[in-house]
């Protein structure tokens, strides 16, 4: 079984649809999800998705794209609401200066909140960074000079400095769709390299969806799409894979409890 380590259950995309979805998921070998908090307003909704489906789990946080109007001063709102059995890591948090949907240093204030908050918890920090590599790895040694700080760099699609300074700072690197796409072979590249022990695999559903779906509204069912092509990169079987990225994802995630059938016989 694989765990989509990141999607985004809440989305219009699923709405009235969410038992298919997920049943077409386990047929296809994706046995849980980690569906990804985006901003406060939305986060009820979140969590009672995870609250619903006993193998998904949630995270809670504010994208960077919200961090404008809706990004958090106080860890002390996150914290709070991390304290949900069901609610296992923090964020998506991180810098986008492709889109710069909110100003910088309203980003920048809004991903210290979070580092300070997982450092308080204990529980990983999903981190989201484009075109903001300089920026991310600087604020991420700052956040893990405690030694602390524990997470992952999601979707992946930076440079190979970037995967370094992560790998360095005992970050786990998670891979999406994108490593599917015909363009992706610097980012094919660096995954060859990525230690197994640290790299997960996501759909960032509903987006993303990898060869040969795209085009398509994304869903954990495709991960497997994903996971194939990642498989042959690392020279492993989709099965072995999938073992490897499971225990990853249980021992980042250590507050999501794994179900039985997780566990290789």
């Known amino acids: 079984m694989f765990v989509d380590s990141h999607c985004h259950l809440d989305y219009p995309e699923y709405e009235g649809a969410l038992d298919e979805v997920i049943e077409r998921a386990r047929r296809a070998g994706v046995g849980a999800m980690l569906t990804i908090g985006t901003e406060l307003a939305r986060f009820d ?93 600087a604020m991420l040694r700052a956040g893990a000079s405690g030694g602390r700080l524990r997470g992952v760099i999601h979707c992946f699609t930076s440079s190979r400095e970037m995967a370094e300074t992560a790998l360095d700072l005992g970050f786990s690197i998670s891979f999406s769709g994108i490593i599917t796409f015909k363009r992706a072979d610097e980012l094919r590249a660096i995954a060859r390299d990525v230690p197994l022990d640290r790299m997960l695999v996501e759909t960032d559903a509903p987006y993303l969806a990898p060869v040969p779906k795209r085009g398509k509204s994304n869903e954990p069912a495709f991960l497997v799409h994903t996971a194939g092509v990642v498989a042959e990169l690392k ?31």
């Open 45 to 137: 909704g979140v969590r009672a998705i995870a609250e619903r489906y006993e193998r998904v789990w949630c995270s809670v946080g504010v994208h960077p794209h919200e961090a404008g109007e809706g990004g958090v001063s106080d860890p002390a709102r996150l914290v709070d609401l991390a304290r949900h059995p069901k609610v296992v890591g923090i964020g998506e948090t991180g810098l986008d200066y492709f889109y710069e949907h909110s100003p910088r240093e309203a980003q920048k204030a809004n991903f210290r909140t979070h580092m300070a908050a997982a450092a308080e918890t204990g529980l990983p920090l999903i981190v989201h960074t484009r075109d903001a590599d300089d920026d991310t790895q």
């Open 235 to 265: 020279g492993l079987t989709p099965v072995e894979l999938a073992e490897v990225t499971t225990a990853n994802f249980f021992r980042l995630f250590d507050k999501a409890k794994k179900p039985a059938e997780f566990t290789a016989s």
